[in-house]
C-alpha cells in the first residue's frame, strides 16, 4: 500500500524557518518525480514545488521561490521541503503528493498533510 | 498565467441526483486538466486526468469531457460519499500546474 506521512509542521515566528519531511513507502520512492502542494486553512490548493526522480531538476512556485528549498533521499525514502524567510501567508496544511506517472503533472497519492502556522 | 474558473461554487443536490460541474481555462489547456475529489479533513483524491481519463480505482459514476478551455466533471449517480469539493487542476504547459478554486457539492 502506498503511503506518504508527512512532518515537521508547527507554529514559526514570521522570519523563521522550517523543515518539512515526507516518509514514502509502498512504492518504488526512487522512480517517482514528487510535489509538495499547500492549502491555507479554508482555501484551495496551491502547488509549491516539483522534484525529479534522480532530484536532478526542480520547480518551484513564484510565491515561494528563493525562499523554499526541495529535496530527496533515495536511499531513505524521504522527501524534503526546507523553508526559509517564513511569512503569514505560508500558513497551510502542506501536503506532498506523488506524480502520477513520468512529468505528468497530475498527483495520485498524497500524504495527510503537515500544519505550518506563520505568526507572532 | 492560465486561470481555472469552476462553477457553480456550490451545488445542492440529493443523493441519486446527476451532478454536473463546470471548469473554464482563461487559454486552451488542451486535454491536460484533472479532477480531484476532498472531503473535509482529508487529501485530496485524483478523480480524472487528461480530461476524460478515469485514475485507478475510480467509481464508473464519475466521468469527464471537455478539450480546449472548457471542461465537465459528471457524477451520474451521487452517492452519499461523494458530497465534497471538487477541484479542476491543469497541467498544460508547467511548471506550474495551476488548481482551480473548487466546487462544494452539498447535500440539498
Known amino acids: 500500500e502506498v503511503q506518504l506521512v508527512e512532518s515537521g509542521g508547527g507554529l514559526v515566528q514570521p522570519g523563521g524557518s522550517l523543515r518539512l519531511s515526507c516518509a514514502a513507502s509502498g512504492f518504488t520512492f526512487s522512480s517517482y518525480e514528487m510535489n509538495w502542494v499547500r492549502q491555507a486553512p479554508g482555501k484551495g490548493l496551491e502547488w509549491v514545488s516539483y522534484?525529479?526522480?534522480?532530484?536532478?531538476?526542480?520547480y518551484y512556485a513564484d510565491s515561494v521561490k528563493g525562499r523554499f528549498t526541495i529535496s530527496r533521499d533515495n536511499a531513505k525514502n524521504s522527501l524534503y521541503l526546507q523553508m526559509n524567510s517564513l511569512r503569514a501567508e505560508d500558513t497551510a496544511v502542506y501536503y506532498c503528493?506523488?506524480?502520477?506517472?513520468?512529468?505528468?503533472?497530475?498527483?495520485?497519492?498524497w500524504g495527510q498533510g503537515t500544519l505550518v502556522t506563520v505568526s507572532s | 498565467e492560465i486561470v481555472l474558473t469552476q462553477s457553480p461554487a456550490t451545488l445542492s443536490l440529493s443523493p441519486g441526483e446527476r451532478a454536473t460541474l463546470s471548469c473554464r481555462a482563461s487559454q486552451s489547456v488542451s486535454s491536460y486538466l484533472a479532477w480531484y475529489q476532498q472531503k473535509p479533513g482529508q487529501a485530496p483524491r485524483l478523480l480524472i486526468y487528461d480530461a476524460s481519463n478515469r485514475a485507478t480505482g475510480i467509481p464508473a459514476r464519475f466521468s469527464g469531457s471537455g478539450s480546449g478551455t472548457d471542461f465537465t466533471l459528471t457524477i451520474s449517480s451521487l452517492e452519499p460519499e461523494d458530497f465534497a469539493v471538487y477541484y479542476c487542476?491543469?497541467?498544460?504547459?508547467?511548471?506550474?500546474?495551476?488548481f482551480g478554486g473548487g466546487t462544494k457539492v452539498e447535500i440539498k
Open positions: 503528493a506523488r506524480d502520477y506517472y513520468d512529468s505528468s503533472g497530475y498527483f495520485d497519492y
Open positions: 487542476q491543469q497541467r498544460s504547459n508547467w511548471p506550474p500546474p495551476r
Open positions: 522534484i525529479s526522480s534522480s532530484g536532478s531538476t526542480i
